[in-house]
């Protein structure tokens, strides 16, 4: 089997201080590396200083005098601009969402600094030798017919069912309890927890033993026992590429209750127990009410199987086959 050596230029990896941050970029890498693919990290710390991205050119440019690769591949825009700072190595960048899709303020409009990271990442598009976008909708948005199309894939031998009492009982989580799973940030505003807030206070009016069960720097290795842990998942947020988290909880057949963003429509088409809702306190309640009342797993596992980390990981090393070979005959 050819090795092929890559440098990986992300911001987005677990560290001590966020074991669960980038797990997904990790995962990925991991899968690649039963295919004969060889990488070493540049981590971009850039919430502790947006300065960290301007030093790692410096430490970017060490590591190719040091080590020869054939081909870079960065995750999110800024992270594929610190990677073009170069032109020796071919560069692949995975953009994730909002550095296409941009940032928004509370109120749902686009904020100066989304609008930046739309238009680096447009430009940053037509740069680099190939382009992994994680949705149609970000494809569309970069208006480039040439990026391809991979979502995330999901270790379904990690994600998978478990028994809700045994999970329970090993977090010291109340057996009588309704819990609503909410795996993100609740500072972050994309993800609008204000709004699954309200929604769970009003559910909480037919089911008044509902909790919100909210994970945050959890390692993704614990990450599915709080998924079978909970009754359902309630997403709610602005924008997304191919929500992780939704994949995941559909591979441990968790209820999800969410709104239309990114592919979560196409995620829940032909599954049993989901709720596409539209993004209002009134419908996400009321598809939680409507869950906790069932009170039955989904049924979506099976689907998932299109998403597993190793079908996925032959998709990406078909881009990086093709942009070392120059297929795409790009810079």
């Known amino acids: 089997m050819a090795v092929c050596r890559v440098l990986v230029v992300t911001n987005l990896w677990p560290f001590p201080g966020d074991p669960g941050y980038g797990s997904f ?6 899968s690649l590396r039963p295919l004969g693919v060889e990488y070493d990290l540049l981590f971009i710390n850039g919430r502790v200083s947006r300065w960290n991205y301007l030093r790692s050119v410096r430490q970017l440019r060490r590591r190719l005098r040091a080590s020869h690769y054939d081909l870079i591949h960065a995750h999110m825009g800024l992270s594929g601009w610190v990677a073009r700072c170069q032109m020796r190595v071919p560069v692949v960048v995975s953009f994730l969402g909002d550095d296409v899709l941009g940032k928004y303020d509370c109120r749902g409009r686009i904020t100066f600094y989304g609008r930046f990271l739309r238009a680096c990442s447009y430009i940053l598009a037509r740069l680099v030798r190939s382009v992994i976008v994680k949705s149609d909708e970000m494809k569309r948005r970069l208006r480039l017919e040439s990026a391809h199309v991979i979502p995330n ?6 994600f998978r069912p478990l028994d809700c009492a045994e999970v329970r009982h090993a977090l010291g989580l109340d057996p009588a309890k309704k819990f609503v799973l909410f795996p993100y940030n609740r500072e972050e505003l994309r993800k609008r927890y204000d709004l699954v807030e309200s929604a769970v206070a009003r559910a909480r009016g037919q089911v008044p033993e509902l909790e919100i069960l909210h994970v945050y720097r959890v390692p993704q290795e614990q990450m599915p026992l709080y998924m079978n842990a909970a009754d359902l998942m309630v997403m709610a947020s602005m924008i997304e590429g191919s929500p992780n988290a939704v994949k995941e909880t559909l591979a441990c057949n968790l209820p999800v209750v969410t709104v239309e963003v990114g592919d979560t ?11 596409l809702v539209p993004r209002e306190v009134g419908a996400i ?3 939680i009410v409507e869950v906790c009342r069932r009170g039955t797993r989904a049924r979506s596992r099976e689907k998932m199987g299109q998403f597993s980390i190793e079908r996925v990981a032959e998709r990406v090393l078909g881009v990086y086959q093709g942009a070392i070979s120059g297929v795409d005959g790009r810079l």
């Open 25 to 30: 970029v990790k995962a990925q890498m991991e």
């Open 265 to 275: 429509a196409e995620l829940l088409e032909h599954t049993e127990g989901h709720h």
């Open 153 to 158: 894939g999901v270790d379904l031998n990690l």
């Open 285 to 287: 309640a009321a598809g």
